[in-house]
């Protein structure tokens, strides 16, 4: 079992920078790719970006694509959301997860789940 918590959401205005951190505990003797999803109100959860379980590899949705980083620091068993440029439109709850295998934009994919940290990007 794994068990995973999101910090670092907030209230930022729109252009500003965000980092959120995702923190794992539990059985974790071999974590695999990690992925962050958001979900805005009235929306289906949607992915962000995916890092592979070394960190040398990453994912990410269109959307996000160069203005999101992923990172991972793998002795703190914590995973990173950095956010430049924010929209309003990236307005949601932020989640993160763990894959069963390797980096995927596949929400059935992901077998551990936090509980989600707010982020909210005013105009």
């Known amino acids: 079992q794994v068990q995973l918590v999101e910090s670092g959401g907030g209230l930022v205005q729109a252009g500003g920078s965000l980092r959120l951190s995702c923190a794992a505990s539990?059985?974790?003797?071999?974590?695999?790719?990690m992925g962050w999803f958001r979900q805005a109100p009235g929306k289906e959860r949607e992915f962000v970006g995916s890092?592979?379980?070394?960190?040398?590899?990453?994912y990410y949705a269109d959307s996000v694509k160069g203005r999101f980083t992923i990172s991972r620091d793998n002795a703190k068993k914590t995973v990173y959301l950095q956010m430049s440029g924010l929209k309003p439109e990236d307005t949601a709850v932020y989640y993160c997860?763990?894959?069963?295998?390797?980096?995927?934009?596949?929400?059935?994919?992901?077998?551990?789940w936090g509980q989600g940290t707010q982020v909210t990007v005013s105009s």
């Open positions: 539990g059985s974790i003797l071999n974590i695999n790719a």
């Open positions: 997860a763990v894959s069963r295998s390797g980096i995927t934009d596949r929400r059935g994919a992901y077998l551990y």
């Open positions: 890092i592979s379980r070394g960190g040398g590899s990453t």
